[in-house]
């Protein structure tokens, strides 16, 4: 596996490869590796010859009071990780090389509608840094398919919607969510879970989960069933910031003939804010 910090290097080994006429996959992380980013990295295998996995922790996603300080760097074991899954290259830039004009002169891509509530409204700003960094990484690996997980569901349709408005030549490929046992979505700040925390964090799933079947079994009174999430959520110990069903395609409220349906949700356990949803079809 090819470690590269640098625009040239990347580019140097991205021509080589095209020159071969190989295809390339690309799946951007923050870091501390878990065993569903390796998931993401497996099927990315499916979709082309080369696969590069990108490991940057973006600053201007975080927002003020946020863990950009704190966030798990966890390089070394990332570095052991993607070579047992097999990738072919690791993308290790800094923070001159993804912002070469300094974070102030920053150009920023900004996705209107989609990015206004949910993890938008409660993190100000915090998708214009997704989009900006993520459009500097297509620029810079120019992939044939990007791989992205269901758990951030709405990034991932901020990311559909980035790639469709600026015609960029790639697909976006999205993957299940990968689960604990016990329904826990994995994420890199399931290590902030104390023990007690890391008990009640599997009620997210559960009750999201018994959402869907609510609305398996024909119920439409979203107003209704977003409030019996909501207060299910606080009487297992989270602090809800929302609990919401809209369309799947576009989180846009649903009516009562739309035919695919998620629920999602994001609440705060102690230190952790966990986030997750289920799609549903109706």
Known sequence: MEILDSREGLKSLLRDWRHHDEHIAFVPTMG??????LELVRR?????????????????????GEDYETYPRTLERDTRLLRTAGADALFVPTDETMYPMGL????????????ENFCGASRPGHFDGVTSVVARLFSLVAPDVAV????????????????????????????????EKDGLALSSRNSYLDEAERNIAPGL?????????????????????????????EAAGFVPEYFAIRRAENLEMPDRDCDELVVLAAARLGKARLIDNVVVTV
């Open 205 to 233: 799933h559960r009750t999201l989960a018994a959402t869907g079947r609510h609305l398996q079994d024909g119920k439409r009174d979203y107003q209704a069933l977003e409030r019996i999430g909501l207060e299910g959520l």
């Open 32 to 37: 501390n590796l878990h065993k569903g980013h």
């Open 104 to 115: 102030a002169l920053a150009t920023v891509v900004s996705v209107p509608g989609l990015t």
């Open 148 to 179: 992205f997980g269901q758990k951030d569901y709405q990034q991932q349709l901020v990311i559909r919607h980035m790639v469709r408005d600026l015609s960029l030549p790639l697909r976006i490929v999205t993957v299940p969510t990968v689960r």
């Open 44 to 64: 990315a295998r499916e979709h082309a010859e080369r696969v590069v996995v990108s490991v940057y922790v973006n600053p201007t996603q975080f927002g003020p």
